[in-house]
């Protein structure tokens, strides 16, 4: 499980990441939002680098770009141990993969919901991960999009079927309530913001939805 710093008080940062540590979650999920892609703005990769450091755990950089190749060089400077860019930001995904290539991280795509999964098929072979947005991004506290547990299964069917280990990442809206749905159709990794800063015993909450 992966924990979004975008429904965070930023003014306790430290004590956020510390608490994010002590609850069992397995890495932080940094949303980088430019204002252009979507609507918002959050930091960039100087924030970036500072919470890497801080944290204990591994960082993974969730491009919300225009332009994300643009960025790639500041962010594996940073230190996140995975970087995702958007299949709606680039014209050219293939490119954009094999730029990352040339560093250690992993390394992935995102889809929006009103992307098919069908677009990244033809990626498998050359990604870590695939992250389903389950909201549209660039906003915290939304609710899940049901539709994405069928598009979970879709996507790991054809995982499957191209022998590829990729893995699938599911980001937005997960709560007990949805979590092993999701588990069931294929997810390897939850993404959760609000629903785990807003839980009264975080290592609870996260127990839970690893057991989903």
Known sequence: MSISLLGTDFTELGHTLERIRLSGADSIHLDIMDGRFVPNISFGWSIAADIVRASALPCCAHLMIEHPE??????VGAGVTELLFHVEATR??????????????????????????????????????VLLMSVEPGFGGQSFFPGTVAKVR????????SGTP??????????????????????????VGTAFFRAGDPAAFVRLLKGA
Do not use: W
């Open 92 to 129: 050219f995904p293939f490119r954009a993969l094999h730029l990352l290539k040339r560093s250690s991280i992993r390394r992935g795509v995102a889809v929006n919901p009103g992307t098919q999964v069908e677009s990244v098929v033809p990626l498998l072979d050359s990604v870590d991960t």
């Open 166 to 191: 990729t893995r699938i990442a599911v980001d937005g809206g997960i709560d007990v309530s949805n979590a092993a749905a999701l588990r069931d159709a294929g997810t390897d990794e939850f993404v």
């Open 70 to 75: 643009d960025a790639f060089n500041a962010f």
């Open 154 to 161: 879709a996507l790991r069917s054809a995982a499957d079927r």
